[in-house]
């Protein structure tokens, strides 16, 4: 790949992780409302019991977690928990039924799994609300200052 287009995509990578970040976060939260609240065309039926374990504290980290990811409200600690609550589903739920996600249901458990340890490690990108509260990271202010100012923060 040239430099030059190594450099132009470089300088929009915080803005794509902060995209990254609410579509994973949104979906995550649906979820969690589907499973809480029989929103989004689950069936009320299908939604779990209060306090019952492991589906009703699961259903809250993904609200939660997933409210917070998207906002960008204490991304890594929200993403680093939602990422542990899903690898906890996917080894303890699904693949004990057979051993790889396609057979046993598991993908969307392990891609929120893995999604969500990458956001612990890149942070939230641009375009998140800590950014607002100064508890943004480096990358992050830099990404949000205007061009003139960001070459100097580095």
Known sequence: M???????????QPYAI???????????ACHGAASLFGLLGVP??????????PGWYAAVIQLVGGTLVMLGLG??????V??????????????PEALFPLENNG???????WAFLLLVF????ALALDGLFGRSSGATARATLPREHARTAR
């Open 75 to 80: 991304t890594r600690a929200a993403a680093f």
């Open 44 to 53: 009320d039926n299908a939604t779990v019991d209060a306090w019952t374990w």
């Open 18 to 28: 902060g995209g990254f970040r609410i579509v994973v976060g949104f979906l995550f």
């Open 2 to 12: 040239p430099a030059s287009l190594t450099a132009s995509l470089n300088r929009y």
């Open 107 to 113: 993908e969307a458990s392990a891609m929120f799994c």
């Open 82 to 95: 939602s990422s542990g609550s899903m690898a906890y589903a996917y080894f303890k739920v699904h693949q």
């Open 122 to 125: 890149t942070g939230p990108g």
